[in-house]
């Protein structure tokens, strides 16, 4: 039985050692929040954080990870969308089709902490996540957003939500 | 539209074939004497509109959201005439068995050509103002008043002269057992009224976005699933000849290998991984076939021959262009060529299937539910009738998820193993090498002018592949595809030119290679707005005239056209000068029913690097639904335009694809993307589409101003091919 620190949770499952992380994830933990794009690390629809590091999780092979190495995935970033990031996504509708947008806000969340308040030079190295839809305009307003607050769209269109609030 | 009578015996091959018909766009109609299948606790006031006692609101949305916010914006549109509250409105997709088996009572399922919208917002808006005046007569009736004194708003239901309210949660079950008021006597609601439609309202599917909670196809869980993994023979064309499956029948959680069809195969096993780990250990001898000796070469020379071929299927002419070109004082000519592309999903393509002699279950992110019901019925042996499909969220579409080629590989693998529900999942590669491309096309251009610069013909000669040749090959006649003409058509309100000429000739030489063509996002309107803005480009320079100058002499006659170049001219402010350093380039086009324009300002360093500043577009679709997403839609849009023109080709090389995965087909990332200001300017007066049109003017417009940057006319795309750098 092989053992891994998930989202706060010891668990145990039966793998491969040579099993990336991402299909742990997904298949042996039912955690299908992280997503399969590419399997080669090049479109980052599997990062996920360990310890706090953003990881490309198709390439991490199962027995390169301790037990110890606390393992976050999107479904670990809160219990109910309510991270910064996550707030600020939803603000913006930024999710098109969405399926790279889990990759994306790990990304984005651990690129926060290491630079609380990254310029666009710093947000263009840093996220490199691909998406086919073309949402990365609001993906950068949104990053601005969870870093202070501002409203990155144009006054002239908002987004208007359920409870009444427009931004 | 036509009505097909069917009697109560409906074949399947009759099924198969009025679907079949649903690539084209036709709208087919059945008549089924099924009795009504209503299904779930709550009673349904209309096909479209579910009300439950709580007063939560459920929309049926027929079409296939894939990222473009169609299910937003067809929710809008029914949530309008319902007179609803929105804070309550959720949807749910009917599936293509409930479609069938109630005489189409939804219409269309097929999403794309950018008509999710335009093509059915009349008979939603009249189903959600049904709904309303059914629950305002049970309202009535309850009160026993005219529902003339009655008034909706908010799902609350007044009488008027007494000031009695009720919500649509209390009556729904009554006017669910009303009779659905005469179509004549809908009047829907003037779009200058409207409180939901046309505002920029945040989507009905984002939240679970964000926090991973929004499963795709290829996250489906179900009791007893099995994973498959499978490879399809790398040549188009050839056939599978044999493989070893005791090599890794022994490995751990594989339970089958199978022969699919007849050129691939697959491994069933309990994981993904497995199985894939399984399937690229497995020894595999295919029989590539004749198609094995094409290479790129070989593809460039077949479209290059077209290009002077005799024979030519006209798509729009006026005068005698050949003629005035002949006796011109000056001629300019050009010949441009635009690859292959992948439509690249994030999600692979995948679908799960569940096969017993009896029934046929399907869950599957598709654009066209009831072509995958076909798919399905025909792989499984079954009636359509005792088949399903469950459509599942989709992870990307541009055009790719319109086929229906992973159903029926999924449908094949699970008759192998009956009741077992099998989900197989493509891997990268398989769905870089497995597409269905856009096609390949080469065109000469070719301009005569008078010796004061006026141009007196253009003959612009399209050859390459045609995607009806793949997907619809008994609707080509005589090499005839209008398709290939998408914003170079005379007139009329889906694709038409904004230019006059004197003499004009637009003509199609058919050259098909043997590579897969399908509907790519934008279709041909990308490369024939590359084609012919850059070469409006080319005879402004070589004349001397400002391309807004000259483009607007020859849009006199197209006054929705050069609305939308004029505005965005004016608000890149082209009469000023650009940034320091930055140059500009425009692009206008029209196709799926919108007008749209650009103008890309642009800066290339001495060591060749561009950088897109920014791109101003423009769109008149007639009507916005929902002004914000439309941006959404534009800024995409050029993100995947740009990734083509910049970045993307499919070659072919021994009859296969060349590229395997996005370090080989690389594409647009954050770094890459230009700021993007969009003015959506729905002139009123007709439907146009979103999700498409503005794809096809980045290109040019980047082209255009690459030019005006560093006098290099890039001509063969993509961009990565050459070198900018100052010689």
Redesign the interface.
């Known amino acids: 039985m092989a053992k891994l620190n998930v989202n706060g949770k010891v668990r145990e499952f039966e793998a491969?050692p040579d099993?990336?992380l991402l299909?742990v994830l997904?298949?042996?933990l039912?955690?299908?929040?992280?997503?399969?794009?590419?399997?080669?690390a090049?479109?980052g629809?599997c990062t996920v954080h360990i310890d706090s590091a953003p990881v490309r999780s198709c390439v991490r092979p199962l027995s390169s990870v301790g037990t110890t190495e606390k393992i976050v995935?999107?479904?670990g970033?809160?219990p109910?969308?309510s991270h910064p990031v996550?707030r600020a996504?939803?603000m913006l509708?930024?999710?098109?089709?969405?399926?790279?947008?889990?990759g994306m806000?790990m990304a984005a969340t651990s690129l926060l902490r290491r630079k609380p308040n990254p310029t666009d030079a710093d947000?263009?190295?840093a996220?490199?996540?691909?998406?086919?839809?073309?949402?990365?305009?609001?993906?950068?307003a949104a990053i601005r957003v969870a870093v202070d607050g501002s409203s990155g769209?144009?006054a002239h269109?908002?987004?208007?939500?359920?409870?009444g609030s427009a931004t | 539209m036509s009505t097909i009578m069917m009697n109560s015996q409906l074949s399947r091959r009759g099924f198969l074939a009025s679907t079949g018909a649903t690539v084209g766009g036709l709208m087919v109609s059945f008549h089924i004497p099924f009795a009504n299948a209503q299904n779930g606790t709550t009673p349904e006031v209309n096909a479209w509109v579910v009300v439950k006692p709580d007063d939560t609101i459920v929309i049926r949305i027929a079409r296939s959201e894939m990222g473009q916010g169609t299910l937003t914006g067809l929710a809008q549109l029914v949530a309008e005439e319902l007179e609803c509250n929105w804070a309550k409105v959720t949807t749910e997709y009917p599936t293509p068995g409930q479609n069938l088996a109630r005489s189409r009572v939804w219409g269309n399922f097929a999403t794309g050509g950018s008509r999710g919208i335009r093509e059915s917002h009349d008979y939603v808006r009249r189903g959600g103002a049904t709904a309303r005046m059914m629950l305002v007569q049970a309202a009535a009736d309850g009160w026993n008043v005219p529902a003339s004194e009655c008034s909706a708003a908010n799902s609350v239901i007044t009488h008027t002269p007494s000031g009695r309210s009720t919500s649509y949660g209390k009556v729904a079950a009554t006017a669910a057992k009303l009779t659905p008021p005469a179509s004549a006597s809908i009047i829907l609601k003037d779009p200058k009224t409207w409180k939901l439609a046309g505002k920029p309202l945040a989507r009905l599917d984002t939240v679970k976005k964000t926090m991973g909670a929004q499963d795709y196809g290829i996250d489906l869980q179900l009791p007893g699933l099995l994973n498959a993994a499978i490879k399809d023979c790398p040549v188009f064309g050839g056939k599978l000849k044999r493989f070893n499956a005791a090599a890794v029948e022994g490995r751990p959680g594989v339970k089958k290998v199978v022969q699919v069809g007849d050129s691939a195969v697959a491994v069933v096993a309990d994981t993904w991984w497995r199985a894939k780990s399984a399937l690229d250990a497995l020894p595999v001898e295919w029989d590539y076939g004749p198609n094995a000796r094409i290479s790129q070469a070989d593809i460039q020379q077949t479209l290059k021959a077209g290009l002077d071929a005799k024979e030519a299927v006209v798509g729009n002419s006026n005068g005698n262009a050949p003629a005035a070109i002949a006796s011109a004082a000056r001629r300019i000519e050009a010949v441009y060529a635009c690859p292959y592309q992948n439509h690249a999903t994030m999600e692979p393509m995948n679908a799960t299937a569940r096969w017993t002699s009896e029934r046929c279950e399907v869950w599957v992110p598709t654009q066209n539910g009831e072509a995958a019901l076909a798919a399905a019925a025909e792989a499984a042996g079954l009636p359509p009738a005792k088949c399903e499909v469950y459509k599942l969220y989709l992870g990307g579409g541009f055009g790719r998820r319109g086929h229906s080629d992973f159903v029926t590989q999924a449908v094949r693998i699970a008759k192998t193993m009956p009741g077992t529900p099998i989900k197989m999942i493509w891997s990268r590669e398989e769905d870089m090498q497995h597409g269905f491309y856009h096609p390949v096309t080469q065109c000469q251009l070719t301009a005569g002018l008078d010796t004061q610069g006026n141009i007196t013909g253009l003959h612009m000669r399209i050859s390459g592949q045609s995607i009806l040749a793949t997907v619809a090959p008994q609707s080509i006649k005589d090499g005839r595809d209008m398709l290939m003409f998408q914003g170079l058509n005379p007139s009329g309100p889906e694709a038409s030119i904004g230019y006059s000429f004197p003499n004009l000739l637009i003509d199609h030489a058919m050259r098909n290679p043997h590579v897969p063509a399908g509907f790519w996002r934008g279709v041909n309107l990308n490369q024939n707005a590359i084609y012919l803005e850059c070469f409006i480009d080319e005879i402004a320079h070589a004349t001397k005239q400002d391309p807004l100058a000259l483009r607007r002499k020859l849009m006199v006659n197209h006054p929705k056209h050069l609305a939308v170049l004029n505005a965005v001219a004016e608000r890149a402010g082209w009469d000023k000068p650009a940034p320091k350093g930055a140059f500009r380039g425009l692009a206008q086009t029209m196709g799926f029913g919108s007008y749209v324009a650009a103008c890309a300002e642009v800066s290339v360093s001495d060591d060749g690097q561009l950088k897109i500043h920014r791109i101003v577009a423009a769109t008149d679709p007639g009507h916005a639904v929902n002004p914000q997403q439309i941006e959404a839609q534009v800024e995409g849009s050029f993100s995947y335009g740009l990734s083509a023109a910049l970045f993307g080709e499919i070659t072919i090389k021994d009859g296969a694809v060349e590229q395997k995965n996005f370090d080989s087909y690389p594409v647009v990332r954050i770094a890459d993307m230009p700021k993007v200001e969009t003015l959506v300017l729905p002139s009123g007066g007709f439907w146009g589409g979103v999700g498409e049109p503005t794809i096809a003017v980045a290109a040019p417009a980047v082209l255009n101003a690459i030019f005006a940057a560093t006098g290099r006319r890039i001509r063969e795309l993509p961009l990565k091919r050459h070198s900018l750098k100052r010689a």
């Not at chain 1, 039912?30 to 080669?40: A, P």
């Not at chain 1, 509708?93 to 889990?102: H, L």
């Not at chain 1, 996220?127 to 950068?140: A, E, F, L, Q, W």
């Not at chain 1, 269109?157 to 409870?163: A, E, F, G, I, K």
């Open positions: 491969e099993t990336p299909w997904r298949e042996q039912q955690l299908t929040g992280t997503k399969y794009g590419c399997g080669i090049q479109c629809a995935t999107i479904e970033l809160s109910d969308g996550q996504w939803a509708d930024v999710p098109q089709c969405g399926f790279c947008q889990s806000i947000i263009d190295a996220i490199t996540n691909i998406c086919r839809c073309g949402t990365y305009n609001r993906v950068r769209r144009r269109l908002s987004s208007q939500h359920t409870d």
